[in-house]
């Protein structure tokens, strides 16, 4: 079953989640949720499409799919809730995705359990055990939700949440992802600062990071670290303060707390495993 709309209720949809995420119009200076997009918007679902008029709802069930130009939403289900406005027109106010929730564009794709859209606050929401957000640059990961907001360019992942960029990752409880235009993509965006709190855990090829919270410039590739930090290469440990890690040239700068902060180290401390006890240790294991 195939249903075109012209309304201003699915003109919003078919933006739906993917610009909101996916498509990153920066010509628009925004991630380009398509409100002002007047084409058609193409939705077809194997169980039908119900129009609930007392409830101002429209739902389409059954490998739904949404979709407008080059973005496409499917889910299990997908609702759409509306409102009469002043000019007698209709305008939806709120998406649903239920269920297997997929949002594509050419480059980039989001998939999550579900996903909810506020149209009103420019605000897109995705839940589930295992939420992924890729592009050909980045990937976040999440277990609890994934919020984006439009206005701000902001993503923020809750729950073990990961971002991957190549051999380097940042791990921690929330991480807050801010956009910037992608140069040579005016389609595209990519992570540009990356603010980590709780349990956080950076990983290169080389060295493993640990600290309570964390900055990541992601282009310059500069992390700056406070709180109980540990960096580890191989057998070798350094405990501070915080850090300073310059993940292009490998160089790491332990340091103890700023002046006038509570809870500061007075020095930072090291421990260096000699290359001969390494030997030696092989030597046992090998016997």
């Not at 506020?118 to 897109?124: F, N, P, R, S």
Request: contains cysteine.
């Amino acid at each position: 079953m195939k249903v075109e709309f012209k309304i201003s209720f699915f003109t919003f949809c078919a933006w739906i989640f993917y610009s909101v995420i996916l498509e990153f119009n920066v010509n628009a200076q925004t991630l380009g949720f398509g409100l002002n997009n007047t084409d058609p918007i193409h939705i077809e679902a194997s169980e039908g499409i119900e129009w609930h008029k007392n409830k101002k709802l429209y739902i389409a069930r059954g490998d739904a799919k949404a979709r407008q130009g080059r973005v496409t939403v499917f889910a299990d289900e997908l609702l759409a809730h509306y409102r009469s406005t002043e000019t007698g027109s209709e305008e939806i106010y709120k998406i649903n995705a239920n269920g297997n929730v997929s949002i594509e564009s050419d480059n980039d794709k989001a998939t999550s359990d579900k996903a909810v859209y506020d149209v009103l606050k420019g605000a897109l929401i995705m839940t589930g055990k295992r939420i992924r957000f890729t592009t050909p640059l980045d990937t976040i990961v999440a277990r609890k939700s994934l919020e984006y907001y439009e206005k701000e360019n902001l993503a923020i992942a809750r729950g073990d949440a990961i971002a991957i960029r190549d051999d380097k990752r940042l791990r921690a409880d929330i991480l807050k992802a801010h956009f910037i235009a992608n140069q040579g993509d005016n389609n595209s965006t990519k992570i540009d600062l990356i603010k980590a709190t709780g349990n956080v855990h950076l990983s290169t090829a080389t060295d493993i990071v640990t600290a309570e919270n964390a900055v990541y410039k992601v282009n310059e590739g500069l992390v700056s670290m406070n709180g109980s930090v540990k960096i580890t290469r191989g057998q070798t440990q350094l405990n501070g303060d915080r850090a300073e890690v310059n993940l292009n040239t490998g160089v790491s700068r332990l340091l103890t707390m700023v002046k006038g902060q509570k809870k500061s180290n007075e020095r930072v401390r090291g421990i260096f495993m000699p290359s001969i006890l390494n030997k030696d240790n092989d030597l046992r294991r090998n016997k």
